[in-house]
């Protein structure tokens, strides 16, 4: 059973920052690719960015240039550096791992970003 948990979401100002953490229970191994997905109110779930065990990385296009992704695999962890924060970024900010094989799909709990005009 894969574990995911978030943490660093909160309040911040249009134009500030914040760096999300997800820490894995597994070795994220090159059979996974780790994402960062959001939920706004009324919204159906996106991605906003994937990084995948070859470290090939994509973005949404509304995050492009503001928002980072990065994984360290020694701490099982994967990052989302956000930047030049929006009020439209609002929303709950859901680590995924996608495994290759066996295939799997595993979420975290969620961690509420808000980003007030």
């Known amino acids: 059973q894969v574990q995911l948990v978030e943490s660093g979401g909160g309040l911040v100002q249009a134009g500030g920052s914040l760096r999300l953490s997800c820490a894995a229970s597994?070795?994220?191994?090159?059979?996974?690719?780790m994402g960062w997905y959001r939920q706004a109110p009324g919204k159906q779930r996106e991605l906003v960015a994937q990084i995948t065990g070859s470290s090939s990385i994509n973005y949404a296009d509304s995050v492009k240039g503001r928002f980072t992704i990065s994984r360290d695999n020694a701490k099982n962890t994967v990052y989302l550096q956000m930047n030049s924060l929006k009020p439209e970024d609002t929303a709950v900010y859901y680590c995924?791992?996608?495994?290759?094989?066996?295939?799997?799909?595993?979420w975290g709990q969620g961690t509420q970003v808000t980003v007030s005009s």
């Open positions: 995924n791992a996608h495994r290759i094989w066996p295939s799997g799909d595993y």
């Open positions: 597994i070795s994220m191994d090159s059979r996974y690719a």
